[in-house]
């Protein structure tokens, strides 16, 4: 029982700080240049598909 009670707490301890800043990384920076890098990937990727 105590190995699920552990990975838990790990898992609850990592969603927050995760969460904790990611929110705060938001709060100065832009999400801009990913949602660039986000078409292009996806227009690769029907390129891509398209040639197969």
């Not at 920076?29 to 197969?52: D, K």
């Amino acid at each position: 029982m105590w190995p699920i009670v552990a990975g838990f707490l790990a898992a609850a301890l990592a969603g927050f700080l995760s969460i904790h800043y990611l929110l705060r990384y938001l709060r100065q920076y832009s999400l801009i240049p990913f949602a660039y890098y986000v078409w292009a990937v996806a227009l690769l990727s029907l390129l891509r598909g398209a040639l197969l």
